[in-house]
């Protein structure tokens, strides 16, 4: 079993900036992808970013592209998003996640194993 913890969301002003950790434990040795979706109250979780095992690749949605920037530590099983110039669309709870699967969509929270809790992102404007 695999357990995934985030940290690091809060309150912080339109532009400015946050740094979200996830830390997996357990049997991480199969993981391949981890990455960040988001999710506000009444709609659907939503694709923010996700990197491979190897840290070359890594993927964002749209709306965070130029803004967001994901990175994995591999010796220590964690990923981080750093998130700059933050706008109030942004605020949401952030949800960790990892997967086995190599070759299917990673925008496709479906096809994630392991879940964190979440953390919650809020920008004021």
């Known amino acids: 079993q695999v357990q995934v913890v985030e940290s690091g969301g809060g309150l912080v002003q339109t532009g400015g900036s946050l740094r979200l950790s996830c830390v997996a434990s357990g049997r991480t040795l199969g993981l391949y992808f981890m990455g960040w979706f988001r999710q506000v109250p009444g709609k659907e979780r939503e694709f923010v970013a996700a990197i491979g095992r190897s840290d070359s690749n890594p993927f964002y949605g749209d709306s965070v592209k130029g803004r967001f920037t994901i990175s994995r530590d591999a010796t220590k099983n964690t990923v981080y998003l750093q998130m700059n110039s933050l706008k109030p669309e942004d605020t949401a709870v952030y949800h960790c996640?990892?997967?086995?699967?190599?070759?299917?969509?990673?925008?496709?929270?479906?096809?994630?194993?392991?879940w964190g809790q979440g953390t919650q992102v809020t920008v004021s404007s």
């Open positions: 996640a990892a997967r086995v699967n190599y070759g299917d969509p990673v925008q496709r929270p479906e096809e994630y194993q392991y």
